[in-house]
């Protein structure tokens, strides 16, 4: 993030490795824990161009991402054919905003997000180096009304075996960044020997993560 010519290389050059062609599983499958409500506004940092923007759009009134890259939010609403309306903001950002959803291009800790009961971290949290995670962490408590949930997916694998990103963010570095809110693991899957990650690039060991974040 705060070295956005590696994002915005990676958009351009169209190496995005880490964008899902469909839904995630683990959204559809563990976000009732969150108990939505059509009502709750959500947020998906570090958006992309995600399919997970869409599924939410169907099941809440007001949707919000944020991207830096301003290719990936073009390729969004191109892809799916809708035509959002853009209005700059502050000379920093701007809006597209199409009927649930409204995604801010620009720095995420400057735009000027509105407050949301639930925030969807698929690839968030991992995206950023150890020394950047308590203000984003910071930025996102600031977002959060009484109440909020978050629903965070994250890596477990040993760090020094594999440049990030995606960077390893471990259960103690995750109850250690939300220390003042209940966090209960949902789920953990741990790979086995013909996963790539294991197979290909010879970790030790990899797992995928779900959290449930909830303000107390």
């Given at each position: 993030?705060?070295?956005p010519e590696f994002w915005h290389?990676?958009?351009?050059?169209?190496?995005?490795?880490?964008?899902?062609?469909?839904?995630?599983?683990?959204?559809?499958?563990?976000?009732?824990?969150?108990?939505?409500?059509?009502?709750?506004?959500?947020?998906?940092?570090?958006?992309?161009?995600?399919?997970?923007?869409?599924?939410?759009?169907?099941?809440?009134?007001?949707?919000?991402?944020?991207?830096?890259?301003?290719?990936?939010?073009?390729?969004?609403?191109?892809?799916?054919?809708?035509?959002?309306?853009?209005?700059?903001?502050?000379?920093?950002?701007?809006?597209?905003?199409?009927?649930?959803?409204?995604?801010?291009?620009?720095?995420?800790?400057?735009?000027?997000?509105?407050?949301?009961?639930?925030?969807?971290?698929?690839a968030s949290l991992v995206a950023?180096?150890?020394?950047?995670?308590?203000?984003?962490?910071?930025?996102?408590?600031?977002?959060?009304?009484?109440?909020?949930?978050?629903?965070?997916?994250?890596?477990?694998?040993?760090?020094?075996?594999?440049?990030?990103?995606?960077?390893?963010?471990?259960?103690?570095?995750?109850?250690?960044?939300?220390?003042?809110?209940?966090?209960?693991?949902?789920?953990?899957?741990?790979?086995?020997?013909?996963?790539?990650?294991?197979?290909?690039?010879?970790?030790?060991?990899?797992?995928?993560?779900?959290?449930?974040?909830?303000?107390?």
């Amino acid at each position: 993030m705060r070295d956005p010519e590696f994002w915005h290389g990676k958009w351009a050059a169209n190496q995005i490795g880490f964008h899902l062609e469909d839904v995630n599983p683990l959204l559809i499958e563990y976000w009732q824990h969150t108990k939505p409500t059509h009502e709750d506004k959500v947020l998906v940092p570090l958006c992309g161009k995600s399919e997970d923007l869409v599924w939410l759009a169907t099941k809440h009134a007001d949707v919000q991402g944020a991207e830096l890259s301003n290719i990936a939010v073009r390729a969004f609403f191109a892809e799916h054919f809708y035509t959002p309306m853009v209005m700059p903001i502050n000379g920093q950002h701007e809006l597209f905003q199409f009927d649930e959803l409204s995604i801010y291009s620009g720095d995420f800790f400057t735009a000027p997000l509105k407050p949301v009961d639930i925030v969807y971290d698929r690839a968030s949290l991992v995206a950023l180096p150890e020394e950047m995670r308590a203000e984003y962490v910071a930025k996102i408590k600031s977002l959060l009304n009484p109440g909020a949930r978050i629903l965070l997916v994250s890596l477990d694998y040993d760090q020094s075996e594999m440049a990030g990103p995606p960077f390893s963010v471990a259960e103690a570095e995750i109850r250690s960044l939300f220390a003042e809110y209940k966090v209960t693991r949902l789920y953990r899957d741990e790979a086995d020997q013909d996963h790539p990650k294991i197979a290909k690039k010879g970790l030790s060991r990899f797992a995928e993560e779900v959290y449930l974040i909830e303000s107390e």
